[in-house]
């Protein structure tokens, strides 16, 4: 993107991911999740990284106290455990995944089944809702669950 002001040409870089989903509406959970985790540093590195960000409405669908007790400071190990089941380190846009099913493996070292059949893409159990969301070191698709590592 170029920007012309006064005379001078300035080339726009799109932000990292964290702060792309800083900036997204229905991502203020997930922020304060990755804050809280102390990923926010990992995830505004080289890349790429794919990250399947649950939507605040995502996160509503988890019990109460389960969302509490991961945001609680001494919950931090679990917490990231969840989070980097989110993360993919590698960039996966829509059109990579289209007509397959793959498995990746996440930061948190597991393995989770991406399938991009017609409209639908589902990671795990969850369904992409906003997809190719891009930032300079990756891309982000928005989610609507929480997806817990087994």
């Known amino acids: 993107m170029l920007v ?3 005379g001078f040409v300035k080339h726009l870089q799109p932000a990292n991911v964290v702060d792309t989903v800083r900036d ?3 991502a203020g959970i997930m922020i304060e ?3 809280a985790a102390d990923l926010a540093a990992k995830l505004s590195g080289d890349g790429p990284f794919t990250v399947f960000a649950p939507t605040d409405s995502a996160f509503a669908l988890l019990p ?3 969302l509490d ?3 609680r400071p001494d919950s931090r190990g679990e917490l990231t455990e969840v989070l980097s089941h989110h993360v993919v380190p590698q960039k996966l846009l829509t059109e990579q995944m289209a007509g397959k099913m ?3 493996e996440t930061l948190q070292g597991a393995k989770i089944e991406i399938s991009a059949f017609g409209d639908v893409a589902k990671v795990g159990p969850a369904a992409v809702v906003q997809p190719d ?3 300079s070191n990756g ?3 928005m989610i609507d669950r929480v997806i817990l590592p087994d």
Do not use: S
Request: hydrophobic fraction near 55%; charge should be negative; avoid cysteine.
């Open 4 to 6: 012309v002001a006064y």
């Open 24 to 26: 997204l509406d229905q």
């Open 33 to 35: 999740a990755v804050e």
């Open 64 to 66: 109460t106290d389960k």
């Open 69 to 71: 007790e991961l945001l």
């Open 102 to 104: 793959l498995d990746v």
């Open 133 to 135: 969301i891009e930032a």
């Open 139 to 141: 891309v982000i698709h």
